[in-house]
């Protein structure tokens, strides 16, 4: 099915299930321990063997020589892989790095042998005993030093302009010219890079924790050089990715290399500071930020430029991206660069680009308004457009940021925000509050499934999308009972395989519009499949409480499979919609925080998020995910920094013990409203993605509190105490 036109009324539009607060169907299995991961298939691979990864001591150099003999003589030990004894190993489409090093390193931890044993304590003390001698060579470990060697990358648009920023910038009456640093984060996941290998004559199957089994399934093939038909990846549930798991780690390569060395099955998982230096993470970025306006508000000029770096033949966090749509303004420019790290992969992390990005922009908007006297809020309004900046013949699909501002202050009691920053105070603590707005493009991605009606009127869908505890065995399983006119309990989903039809997968805020869309696709045609056996006319049927009636005749669903299964695949394209309407979703963020005035402790006391994202196919799961983005930007604000060690090159704080994320106690209550809206633009389903818009611009709105609280501006994330402390208000 191609989607190439606007949504008219459909089936879904019903919302007797979807749109509904469903509790999610994989709950039970999770909180009772018998939902299987990667790691636990002990049913499947009852007698594996364990893998243990051992990782590069230099983060630049190359191999002199590497001695196995204590390792291989350990007990329990069953081989042992290194580069040299792995066979001829290519590079997948979306690794930058070797996932197997040697005899050249490119990064610290680069994973460089596997040592196969009976146990994984045995594999693990062997690991210990092997022997490699390095040659290091010089690196790059400093982005804010690589600064001023960056360049345009070889990949994508990286400059834009529209007018003359220059003149445009010139001219305005107020400006502003700031520097805003982020550092690298961690995903941090709970669960490791983690899977399990088995080898049946020249075909493998993997099960691994992957949120695209799809582009997993075809690196594996391509690092190995074996068809892409002899691979089979299976992902049935992935305790959280954040794009961390959208491609295929060194666990994957190295227990399938260890399994065929050891001749049965193998498991590895990633330690924890493998996850950190081996796997990717998101990018540091140095911003600069101009925005130059009239007097009464209006934006004449606004430029971005984003520094970052990556191992060569990587990308660079794209972190202007949401500058080029969010608010009006004639002349803009916006450019990226690119700087040669020797540090772990730079790659995709929760809303890559835009989370970055905001950090600053946000934080500029605000430092904007101040000079103009201005509210934060009525300053954003005042710059809304409903075109694209860049191409003002092309208009948003939808673009309600404006409720989204006003319902928010509204809720959050805004009115009360003191003007003038560090002068509201309750006992020791300094109280400000902040907001953003939060901006993410909507992403469709092409996806397919299969469904199955049987003799017992129960419907089975197939699709290889995964969850990463998002819900989306619970939204494919509502779109299905919505378009068959069954109840939920009559559903079956199964996700996480190759051998079913070809997802979105999960990424980017376009995995839920894009699988149900598929699901949706599948439906059609099995109720058309339906229609026919019982000698309906398809396009007058209504399927409703387990029957298809059309007109005066109704007839349980049941007798269309009677004779056997009725089954019926297809896939949700998508045509030129997307090119004609800008496609985004938007949010606006506002928290309220308060700072001790002699220790310089920061507390969150209230947050709330207000987003506009299409229809909201499940409201429950919906707003768990945005509590969940909004607790990592949280992190993001106040915590989160993968400290570089800018001699020998390795994240130093790789483990949950140095790498501070949130905890109950750092988060208050969250609220979140998601306005009624459907956008026809984007899907059959009129929805779009709400998981990564959920952290965008969180972390400048509590960047914005401290600073209503303190009067005291802290452009470089982290906001930690050490950089505002001395420039506290007196204490009274």
């Known amino acids: 099915m191609k989607f190439d036109t606007p949504a008219t009324t459909n089936p879904i539009d019903r919302l007797k299930v979807v749109g509904q607060p469903v509790d999610r169907i994989d709950g039970p299995f999770k909180t009772t ?194 068809p892409k038909e002899n691979v089979r990846l299976i992902s049935p549930y992935i305790g959280g990715g954040f794009g961390g798991k959208l491609f295929v780690r060194s666990d994957a390569l190295l227990a399938a290399l260890g399994a065929r060395a050891a001749k049965r099955p193998v498991a590895v998982a990633l330690p924890r500071p493998f996850m950190i230096n081996n796997t990717t993470h998101r990018p540091a970025t140095i911003q600069r930020i101009r925005i130059g306006a009239s007097k009464d508000g209006k934006i004449q000029a606004i430029g971005h430029e984003s520094w970052s770096g990556d191992l060569p033949g990587g990308d660079p966090e794209t972190a202007v991206q949401q500058t080029r749509l969010l608010y009006a303004g004639a002349n803009r420019m916006t450019a990226t660069r690119l700087a040669v790290l020797d540090l772990p992969e730079g790659n995709a992390m929760r809303a890559p680009g835009e ?166 696709a599948a439906c059609v045609k099995l109720r058309e499949a339906i229609a026919q056996k019982l000698g309906l006319d398809p396009n007058a049927a209504n399927f409703e409480d387990g029957k298809v ?31 004609r309407y800008q496609q985004s979703t938007f949010g606006a963020h506002f928290v309220e925080a308060r700072v001790d005035a002699a220790t310089g402790e920061i507390r969150v006391d209230r947050m709330l998020a207000v987003c506009a994202a299409g229809r909201i196919l499940n409201p429950k799961s919906a707003r768990s995910q945005v509590i969940g983005a909004m607790t990592m930007g949280v992190g993001a604000a106040l915590m989160e920094e993968l400290v570089v060690d800018r001699r020998l090159g390795f994240f130093v704080n790789h483990d949950l013990a140095g790498y501070e994320v949130p905890v109950h106690a750092d988060i208050p209550h969250q609220d979140v409203v998601f306005l009624d809206e459907t956008d026809p633009m984007s899907s059959p389903m009129k929805a779009k993605g709400v998981g990564e818009l959920g952290i965008c611009g969180v972390a400048a709105a509590v960047a914005n509190a401290v600073y209503n609280a303190t009067g005291v501006r802290v452009r470089d994330y982290p906001v930690t105490l050490d950089k505002f402390i001395d420039t506290l208000p007196p204490v009274a």
């Open 33 to 226: 321990g018998t939902a299987h991961y990667a790691y636990e298939q002990h049913e499947a691979v009852p007698h594996h063997a364990y893998g243990y990864v051992v990782g590069s001591s230099i983060a630049k150099g190359r191999i002199v020589s590497i001695d196995l003999t204590r390792a291989q003589r350990a007990p329990g030990v069953l081989a042992i892989v290194t580069a040299k004894t792995a066979g001829k190993l290519d590079k997948g489409k979306f690794n930058t790095a070797r996932l197997l090093g040697g005899p050249e390193i490119e990064h610290y931890h680069q994973a460089v042998a596997v040592v196969v044993a009976e146990t994984f304590e045995q594999a693990r003390a062997a690991a210990q005993l092997v022997r490699v001698d390095y040659a290091r060579s010089p690196g790059k470990f400093d982005l804010a030093a690589a600064k001023d060697s960056a360049r345009k990358p070889d990949r994508g648009k990286s400059d834009t302009a529209v007018g003359d920023f220059a003149a445009g910038f010139a001219a305005s009456a107020v400006k502003l010219d700031a520097m805003y640093t982020t550092p690298d984060h961690s995903h941090a996941m709970m669960e490791p890079h983690a899977s399990i290998a088995a080898w049946e004559g020249d075909k493998l199957t993997l099960w691994t924790a992957n949120q695209m089994i799809d582009w997993g399934r075809g690196d594996v093939a391509i690092t190995l050089g074996i």
């Open 549 to 579: 009636a059309v007109g005066q005749r109704s007839v349980p669903i049941t007798q269309a499979a009677a004779a056997g299964d009725v089954v019926a695949e297809d896939s949700m394209e998508y045509g030129d919609l997307g090119k």
């Open 355 to 520: 989370a970055s990005g905001l950090m600053a922009l946000e934080i500029a908007i605000d430092e904007m308004a101040e000079k103009l006297g201005m509210d934060p809020v009525e300053f954003r309004i005042l710059n809304d457009t409903q075109v694209d900046p860049e191409k003002p013949d092309r208009p948003f699909s939808q673009r309600r940021l404006v409720e989204c501002l006003r319902t928010g202050a509204k809720r959050f009691g805004w009115e009360h925000r003191a003007t003038r920053p560090a002068t509201r105070r309750d006992g020791r603590w300094l109280v400000g509050m902040g907001m953003a707005a939060a901006f993410r493009n909507n992403l469709v991605m092409k996806s397919g499934a299969r469904v199955r009606l049987d003799r017992n009127g129960r419907v089975t869908v197939e699709t290889d999308m995964t969850d990463i505890g998002t819900g989306s065995y619970t939204i494919i399983a509502q779109t299905a009972a919505e378009m068959m006119g069954l109840p939920l309990d009559r559903i079956d989903v199964r996700l996480g395989d190759s051998t079913f039809p070809v997802s979105s997968g999960s990424g980017g805020q376009w995995g839920g519009n894009s699988s149900t869309a598929g699901v949706y």
